[in-house]
């Protein structure tokens, strides 16, 4: 579960903790900002006199349901849409009035018997924006694939923050007990059998949900299956129907459903999460038609990212790596070693861990992120790693801090006295710049490639001498 402990207010001087006054001067001008042609469309409605003046060029505007999904937009861009239906001359109008209205002179400075209740509130300390996930409580939300995994953690993550859950998949018996345990702890949540490759049952768990709670906020499509790793002559015909109808075509019309009810039912923060896969950021080996399934649904979600930005709908793909669920279930010791290797974390990572994730782009912290396709995978997405060697592993806790012969050649030279003893067995080392990218090694290790020279009468010596040196300097 994830929780966030309120901001604590500051005071308004920031570093010093000191009560910083706001000049009464300059009040007005910090409180109010001028509203133009180009301002937020929502900006420009919280101002009574800019109200006034686009109701009296179009009567009936700003109580417009429809307007609600434009608040974001600059009136300005909002104008260009044919479907606004203000012409050239009324855009031009609106324009020149709106200057106008932003030349007004500001109200007149305070009277001394209100100044100082004013000057009194202007000390007080600014309490700063509560960063949490209390926007989420009450939001209705429809998870596919609900049963385990990933989806399992998404829908009890939401439901511990005070979301009503749809718990969607085939599986009436799965779904159904984890509906029942989100609300034997609390939360609420309700099953609806849906096969998300059947588009009709897709609709239907849309309209259930609106059905049930009277409005549909955001909904994550995680349901998907993978083919095991196979070459792509192998797969049958039927193997790629049966991948596109779930994973490409099961998440459209997931979207596309929810999109409709979301708008429908007037969301104010409506959000669209697909569970892809960092197989849809870089392509595996053995996975052509998942690959193919994930990289659609990437460049799925940022291009409808894109539609939905002017209108309050956030997009996201969530990306996940090598995640234990039950499919690692059947695989054999070595295989989850290999799992393990390819995550440069070096371990492998919980469907929690998405929760966690979804539930921010849930929130409204993320309404500003949109057409995100984020990895969840340790690392995994952001390259390949080839060898490297640290020459100061002491850093992240590795021995005492002491050194011996065990210690790398980088922190060894480090130590006054070490240049001399290393330098009698390889004259010149200490100096030599071409010597550094061996810095990550031990001497021990050194002294056993044949090309650098040394007997392993003098390698023994040698690393005598650094650990009787690393004795006296305890």
């Known amino acids: 579960m994830v929780t966030s402990e309120p901001i604590k207010p500051q005071a308004a001087a920031g570093r010093a903790g000191t009560r910083k006054r706001v000049p009464q001067t300059n009040r007005w001008e910090m409180k ?13 409605l919280d101002d009574p006199q800019a109200r006034a003046i686009l109701e009296e060029m179009r009567p009936g505007f700003a109580s417009n349901p429809m307007i609600k999904l434009a608040l974001g937009m600059n ?3 909002l104008l260009k849409f044919p479907q606004a239906g203000f012409s050239a001359e009324q855009v031009a109008t609106l324009t020149e009035r709106f200057a106008a209205l932003g030349k007004q002179t500001p109200p007149a400075t305070a009277t001394s018997s209100d100044a100082a209740p004013a000057a009194a509130a202007a000390d007080e300390p600014q309490a700063a924006p509560r960063l949490g996930f209390e926007s989420v409580a009450g939001k209705v939300v429809i998870v596919t ?6 989806g399992e953690a998404i829908a009890r993550c939401y439901a511990q923050h005070g979301m009503k859950v749809v718990c969607a ?13 989100i609300k034997a702890a609390g939360g609420e949540a309700v099953y609806c059998k849906t096969d998300s490759s059947v588009p009709a049952e897709v609709k239907a768990l849309v309209e259930f949900t609106v059905a049930t709670y009277g409005r549909l906020d955001g909904i994550v499509n995680n349901a998907g299956l993978g083919l095991g790793a196979t070459p792509l002559h192998e797969y049958t015909l039927e193997d790629g129907d049966r991948i596109v109808d779930l994973n490409l075509k099961g998440v459209f019309v997931g979207m596309k459903y929810a999109a409709e009810a979301i708008f429908k039912t007037k969301s104010t923060g409506g959000f669209i999460i697909n569970i892809a896969s960092i197989a849809g950021i870089m392509p595996q080996s053995g996975m052509s038609l998942y690959t193919a399934t994930k990289f659609g649904v990437v460049g799925m979600t940022r291009s409808a990212a894109l539609d939905y930005a002017p209108h309050n709908l956030t997009v996201n793909a969530i990306c996940p790596g090598h995640t234990l669920t039950s499919i690692y279930d059947i695989a054999p010791p070595e295989a989850m070693e290999m799992f393990r290797g390819q995550c440069p974390s070096g371990h492998m990572w919980e469907p929690q861990d998405c929760a966690n994730l979804a539930l921010f782009l849930a929130s409204d912290l993320a309404r500003n992120i949109t057409g995100a396709v984020i990895p969840v995978d340790g690392g995994q997405a952001a390259g390949q790693r080839s060898i490297m060697m640290w020459r100061h592993p002491e850093i992240v806790g590795e021995g005492d801090g002491s050194i011996s012969s065990d210690s790398t050649i980088a922190a060894i030279l480090e130590v006054p006295g ?37 007997s392993a009468e003098d390698a023994k010596k040698l690393c005598d001498e650094l650990d009787e040196l690393g004795k006296r300097l305890r």
């Open 75 to 77: 009136l300005s861009a």
């Open 418 to 454: 070490a240049a001399e003893i290393v330098d009698r067995y390889l004259p010149g080392f200490s100096t030599n710049e071409e010597a550094k990218p061996a810095y990550g090694l031990t001497f021990k290790a050194l002294c056993e490639i044949p090309a650098v020279g040394v």
């Open 169 to 181: 998949n085939r599986k009436p018996a799965d779904g159904e007990k984890l509906a029942e345990s």
């Open 32 to 44: 109010t900002m001028p509203v133009t042609i180009d301002s937020k469309l929502k900006n420009i």
């Open 145 to 150: 694939g609900a049963s385990r995994g990933i």
